[in-house]
């Protein structure tokens, strides 16, 4: 299985950005798909998620400006940044649980990494 990240940047505070994050491979079932974050010198923090029925839940500091949805077709999740500030300068990860086969094991993967700067 992998996770493949994409749309991350540089952009001015208060912009906007879209990241996206396809899971391919072996898949059976995807339970959840989420994001989360890290700055340097800082821990990993989860950022927002989503579940197979379509319950998400964010991170306080990212309530009201940020997004997240699915493409359960596509097994392809997305993040929708507004109002960005110079905080959410990290490397954004996306992440999965999922099983790959039937009767197989639930396990998580991550993708790669892409990272997001706010910076006027």
């Known amino acids: 299985v992998q996770l493949q990240a994409s749309g991350g940047g540089l952009v001015q505070p208060g912009g906007s950005l879209r990241l996206s994050c396809a899971a391919s491979g072996s898949i059976f079932s995807i339970v959840a798909m989420g994001w989360y974050r890290q700055a340097p010198g800082k821990q990993r923090e989860l950022v927002a998620g989503?579940?197979?029925?379509?319950?998400?839940n964010f991170a306080d500091s990212v309530k009201g400006r940020f997004t997240i949805s699915r493409d359960v077709a596509k097994n392809t999740v997305y993040l929708q940044m507004n109002s960005l500030k110079p905080e959410d300068t990290a490397v954004y990860y996306c992440?999965?649980?999922?099983?790959?086969?039937?009767?197989?094991?639930?396990?998580?993967?991550w993708g790669q990494g892409t990272q997001v700067t706010v910076s006027s």
């Open positions: 989503i579940t197979s029925s379509g319950t998400t």
């Open positions: 992440t999965a649980v999922l099983v790959s086969r039937i009767g197989g094991p639930l396990s998580d993967y």
